[in-house]
């Protein structure tokens, strides 16, 4: 029997291991330190048994769970608590594990534990392991060649009739993820959401396009299923992913040779569409982009650049910064250089070429038509109006500087809330 750990402290994990070696030499003991680690090890080896903690970073023992059932129906699952999250163990025996151990594990009740499902699991396997072995094979090759076929690569002669007779009309779904860290988990979890739902509206199977990318292809039994087949993905993947993503969608396709033509579509619609996202991450992600930029709107700030400090995709990156600030990257750095630039109008003696490059504009003539088309005044203009830089508090100056300084906040857009004060941007908390 193969037995797969889960735990994200070590003493728990190796406590097990040393346990079932020393009691059971004859079976496999295989250790997780999180659930990307065990989604790795139920693909790569043959698990039997699950034991699994209920609360680690990322995800749930009972969300680890429940996306693997469908893949991994044969596997037994155990789950570990604490007595204080005694309610988690029994909503994981709702979801079908056979039990539960209580922290601090007894060494007497995890040996009866494991004599027990050994003997079960050596009974199963004698009789059905070469079925699934043979059933996930054959799957394996269905899914290689039907992702080949739709990227429009050549199938060197294999025949798909037998893969697509059962599908005389059928929709395709792909999901897109976007990261720039490795996706192996959030690919395991789109795998077995979209094929569970599959099964629930219709029939049919899902495909790995590539590591972010996956295509499923479905005959509804109702055409009417489809927009809940979509709202369901996008329901259940908000709440596992940790990643965003897209969700696109053909029309009912009764022509198998139609499929390559249509993954190209889907893959030029996925350049425009906006992502969903998880709402902590895209927040997170915004707020350490404020700070950095705070910090750097001096130097040659690029969309490419910043987006790669938050490590997103620059396409996705963009879409989110302007559904959280309200403004188009460019035009965010663009109006905090000129606040920065007419702080230092009013308040130093600083030459216009050196102000010009202390706010990120190394070309002066470039700052002063920037300047201008925002603020209808050119620098020397501003100062002038300011009270020739003659800082606050000097003859009239305070009223010259409400007053002009209205007029050119109205010019920057102040006047309708998106004014981009420096002490504005949010600090983000440290753990």
Known sequence: MNIL???????????????????????AVYLAASPGDAVDLLKNESIDLVLTDVLMPGMTGLEL???????????????????????????AVRLGARDYLLKPIGKDSLIRLIGKLGEEIAEENARTKETQLL???????????????????????????????????????????????????EHFIVENVLTELI???????????????LLGLVTLRE??????????LRSHLKRYLKAPFQVLHTERIADFNQVPEEMQRMRTAATSQVYDHYASGGDQAVEVALQYIQGHYHTDLSLEKVASIVYLNP???????????????KEYITQLRLERAMELLRKSELKIV???????????????????KKTGLTPSEYRQSMGSGSGPGVGSGERT?????????????KDRGVGLSVDAVIPVEQE
């Open 5 to 27: 750990v889960v735990d994200d402290e070590n003493v728990i994990r190796s406590g097990i291991e040393r346990t079932i070696r020393n009691q059971f030499p004859e079976h």
């Open 65 to 91: 769970m429940e996306i693997s059932r469908k893949s991994h129906a044969h596997v037994r699952w155990v789950v570990i608590s604490a007595y204080s999250e005694f309610a988690y163990a029994q909503e």
């Open 135 to 185: 059933k996930s094979n054959l799957r394996l090759l269905r899914e290689a060649v039907i992702a080949r076929w739709a990227s429009g690569l050549d199938l060197g002669g294999i025949d798909l009739k037998p893969f697509i007779e059962k599908h005389p009309s059928f929709r395709l779904v792909m999901v897109r993820m976007e990261s720039e860290r490795d996706m192996r988990l």
């Open 199 to 213: 099964e629930t509206a219709g029939t049919g199977f899902v495909a790995s396009i590539d590591a972010k990318s």
């Open 223 to 232: 055409e009417s299923a489809l927009h809940w087949l979509v709202d369901q």
């Open 315 to 329: 396409i996705y990156f963009s879409q989110l910064f302007k559904q959280k600030t309200g403004h188009g990257f």
């Open 354 to 372: 050196d102000i010009s490059e202390r706010v990120g504009y190394p070309d002066m003539r470039h700052f002063s038509q920037i300047f201008r």
């Open 401 to 413: 500087d409400r007053g002009a300084g209205s007029g050119v906040d109205r010019a920057l857009g």
